[in-house]
């Protein structure tokens, strides 16, 4: 692998309009949020190292199946496997044309964890999940403390499970994130959140 960043070069169509985009604008829109929200807002302390060393690797799948889809996951766990750290320490797998609606995108969940555990990946790398519509269970559809995992684009997010250790053993008050960022995200409230230039 030659660069953290590799693209599907293909223009794919775009579901809302007659246009095409390509994957480079899907990535771009993934990184504007990343920045502004993410790195921005300090919902993840570990992302702005790896965002500013380029080790983050993007990929857009162009499937509009989830079958597809699952050989995409299949191929990049086995990448980031495979890739040092150094070069590529975790990997976006960014999924504009399936999966848009949450419950399936849910659902679907079941199934990427069963391709780490075939790929005998358990323990090794790990799958975390956002959504344009993510919703946390006992939140209202509408409720802003979603927006800590609601990116531009469904994705997957696969991380090394030796780094989330490591993160854990040395960053003090990890587990207040999740009550930092809700409150983070109440202060800042839905006009804060469109005041970053972010979609709702």
Known sequence: ?????????DRVPNTDTEETITAETYVAATKK????????????PFAANVFLRDQIRYRVSTHESTTGL???LSCELQLLRDADPQRCETSLLIHPHVLSDFSDYNEFLNEADATVLALGLTGELQIASFHPAYRFAGCAPDAIENYSNRSPYPMLHLL???????????F????????NNI?????????????LGLSM
């Not at 692998?1 to 070069?9: C, P, V």
């Not at 003090?172 to 009550?179: A, M, R």
């Open 172 to 179: 003090p008050g990890i587990k207040d994130i999740g009550c």
């Open 1 to 9: 692998m030659n660069s953290a960043l590799e693209l599907a070069r």
């Open 70 to 72: 699952l050989e995409d």
């Open 160 to 170: 090394r499970e030796a780094s989330l250790t490591h993160a854990v053993a040395t």
């Open 183 to 195: 409150s983070t995200l109440r202060r800042l409230g839905k006009a804060g959140w469109q005041r």
């Open 33 to 44: 949020w990343l920045e502004r929200a993410v790195i921005g807002l300090r919902l993840c």
